[in-house]
Antibody, heavy 121, light 108 residues
Framework: QVQLQESGPGLVKPSETLSLTCSVS??????????WGWVRQPPGKGLQWIGN???????YYNPSLRGRLTISVDTSKNHFSLKLSSVTAADTAVYYC?????????????WGQGTLVTVSS | SSELTQDPAVSVALGQTVRITCQGD??????ASWYQQKPGQAPILVIY???NRPSGIPDRFSGSLSGNTASLTITGAQAEDEADYYC???????????FGGGTKLTVL
């Protein structure tokens, strides 16, 4: 049974860096069959793709976040992480981590439960 | 980059059939996936690779693609199908992903 679990601070101050980790069980982040990604959802709004990482370390970022975003993978701990710098209130959202099946359209077949991150002083 | 456009809201009578659509240029090259999200819950995948269903998803859910429009059809909608539905696909470059704005389905 594949499970993903987000962890990290629920409150971040403006201009600081948001850091989240996604712990994976039941699957390996080293697998060539999957990508690993992040999606966020501001309160009352739709889903926004943040970015993906492959086991090799290749990353793919939403252009609107590029420059502030870093996604990394730690194969020894079987987890991957997100760092978003210079946050503002607009970055307040529920952040989900997900596994992307390496098929033609990269479906997100397993999701974490999500974690709410609020940006506020 | 590209966008995926969905109708904000759709309603269907209990037991009837409803189609939720997703339009975008990237769909001429790539398939769409569909996700169901209920309040306070994470999304779940209901259709991938245009028309495939993950295990555990009822067969009343089906997907199709015509031109630049992907469709999610629920045949015989049930009360538990009331939820937000999102499509997603690769963008026109093929390297990035994009989500539609979501469709709120109400089952009357």
């Amino acid at each position: 049974q594949v499970q993903l679990q987000e962890s990290g601070p629920g409150l971040v101050k403006p201009s600081e860096t948001l850091s989240l980790t996604c712990s994976v069980s039941g699957a390996s982040v080293s697998s060539r069959d999957y990508y690993w990604g992040w999606v966020r959802q501001p309160p009352g709004k739709g889903l926004q793709w943040i970015g993906n990482i492959y086991y090799s370390g290749n990353t793919y970022y939403n252009p609107s976040l590029r420059g502030r975003l870093t996604i990394s993978v730690d194969t020894s701990k079987n987890h991957f992480s997100l760092k978003l710098s210079s946050v503002t209130a607009a970055d307040t959202a529920v952040y989900y981590c997900a596994r992307l099946n390496g098929g033609y359209d990269l479906p997100l077949d397993y999701w974490g439960q999500g974690t709410l991150v609020t940006v506020s002083s | 980059s590209s966008e995926l456009t969905q109708d904000p809201a759709v309603s269907v009578a209990l037991g009837q059939t409803v189609r939720i659509t997703c339009q975008g240029d990237s769909l001429r090259s790539y398939f769409a996936s569909w996700y169901q999200q209920k309040p306070g819950q994470a999304p779940i995948l209901v259709i991938y690779d245009k028309h495939n269903r993950p295990s555990g998803i009822p067969d009343r859910f089906s997907g199709s693609l015509s031109g630049n429009t992907a469709s999610l059809t629920i045949t015989g909608a049930q009360a538990e199908d009331e939820a937000d539905y999102y499509c997603n696909s690769r963008d026109t470059s093929g390297k990035l992903l994009v989500f539609g704005g979501g469709t709120k389905l109400t089952v009357l």
